[in-house]
């Protein structure tokens, strides 16, 4: 084995093991996701960008077949969690305006039905994404 080949093999070790972390924290974590805090879900969200950057970048370590799906699932369940954070954020400061304006109680209203819904496909995407077979 080459000097290159070693330093190749070092590294897919190495993301290997930076990408099983990262993904057994954010499956355990997807496991009681109906019971997380907003902030507990925000940090799923962010472990879950992390893998998708780590995957980006580490394309060629992946295994071509898996890594499409693996990857459009992945992304599919980062945009319903970014959609829930926005809504999340959105509620945070409405409800520090609303006893000053009362109009935005609608507002509010339809915000907090919204985030079940989109918490609801939060939920299946990852649980779809955890049923998939990981790209590496």
Known sequence: MTKIEENIS???????????????????????LDGLEDSAIHILRKKLKFL?????????FCERKKYQPFFKILSSSLDHLGDYN???V????IESMAPINPSLLFALGWLKAERLRVRGLCEKSIKKLFLQKTAW
């Open 86 to 88: 926005d809504i999340h």
């Open 52 to 60: 998708r950057y780590s995957l980006e970048f580490f394309k060629d």
């Open 90 to 93: 959105a509620i945070e400061r």
């Open 10 to 32: 070092a590294v897919k070790k190495q993301m290997l093991k930076v990408l099983n972390k990262s993904f057994q924290y954010s499956a355990f974590q997807a496991t009681k």
